[in-house]
C-alpha cells in the first residue's frame, strides 16, 4: 500500500512570490505516477501537473512546475508569480502505472494544504 | 464537452432514508471510481469500476454499495445512510486504471 504526505497544512504568501509545496510518498512500486491536484473554493478537483517516476526531467506547466526526487520520494509543487487566483487547497496524489500491479487501486492522496494567496 | 456529471450536487437526508448518487460520464471510459473526501483526511477510494459489471472495493466501503449496468454510468448507493457518512463526494473516471482521471463536480451530503 502506499501513503502520501503533505507535511504542511496551509500555507500563505503575497501574489507575485514563489511558494513550493511539500509532498512526499511511500511505495514500494518502481513505475508510477504522481500528480497535484487544485481544488478552488468550487469544490471542483482540477489536474495541475503530473510527472511519470522513469521520466527524470521534471514536469512544467507554465507557473507550475515540480522537483521530483525518486530517491528521495519527495514530490514539491513550485509555484511562481502566485496569483489571487491560486488560492485553493493543493492536494498531491500516487498512482501505480501500468504493468506494476496495483493500477486499480486508484489515487491515493494526501491530506493537502491550504494556499492562500495574499493580495 | 467531455465531462464527469453527478447528481444531485447537494442532498441533506435523515438517517436510515435510501438514496442514490449518480455519476455518469460521456467519454466512453472504462475504468469509474467514487471518493469522500473529508477535511483532514483528503480524498479516500470507496469503489472502483474497471468495466461494465466489475466492480471493487476501495479503502472506506462500508455502507456504501455500487453498480455498473453501463459503461457510462457509475451510482453509488447508500441503503442505509448515516451520520458518519456525511461528506463530500466525488466520481471520477479514466481511460483505463492506469490513466488520468476526470472528476465530476462532487456531491455534498448531509445525514441527519
Known amino acids: 500500500a502506499q501513503t502520501v504526505t503533505q507535511s504542511q497544512p496551509e500555507m500563505s504568501v503575497q501574489e507575485a512570490e514563489t511558494v513550493t509545496l511539500s509532498c512526499t510518498y511511500d511505495t514500494s512500486e518502481n513505475n508510477y505516477y504522481l500528480f497535484w491536484y487544485k481544488q478552488p473554493p468550487s469544490r471542483q478537483m482540477i489536474l495541475v501537473i503530473r510527472q511519470e517516476a522513469y521520466k527524470q526531467q521534471n514536469a512544467t506547466e507554465n507557473r507550475f512546475s515540480v522537483n521530483f526526487q525518486k530517491a528521495a520520494k519527495s514530490f514539491s509543487l513550485k509555484i511562481s508569480d502566485s496569483q489571487l487566483g491560486d488560492t485553493a487547497m493543493y492536494f498531491c496524489a500516487f498512482m501505480p502505472r501500468e504493468g506494476s500491479g496495483g493500477g486499480a487501486d486508484g489515487l491515493t492522496f494526501g491530506k493537502g494544504t491550504h494556499l492562500i494567496i495574499q493580495p | 464537452e467531455a465531462q464527469v456529471t453527478q447528481n444531485p450536487r447537494y442532498l441533506i437526508t435523515v438517517t436510515g432514508k435510501k438514496l442514490t448518487v449518480t455519476c455518469s460520464q460521456n467519454m466512453n471510459h472504462e475504468y469509474m471510481s467514487w471518493y469522500r473526501q473529508d477535511p483532514g483526511l483528503g480524498l479516500r477510494q470507496i469503489y472502483y469500476s474497471m468495466n461494465v459489471e466489475v466492480t471493487d472495493k476501495g479503502d472506506v466501503p462500508e455502507g456504501y454499495k455500487v453498480s455498473r449496468k453501463e459503461k457510462r454510468n457509475f451510482p453509488l448507493i447508500l441503503e442505509s445512510p448515516s451520520p458518519n457518512q456525511t461528506s463530500l463526494y466525488f466520481c471520477?473516471?479514466?481511460?483505463?486504471?492506469?490513466?488520468?482521471?476526470?472528476f465530476g463536480p462532487g456531491t455534498r451530503l448531509t445525514v441527519l
Open positions: 471520477a473516471s479514466s481511460l483505463s486504471d492506469y490513466n488520468e482521471q476526470f
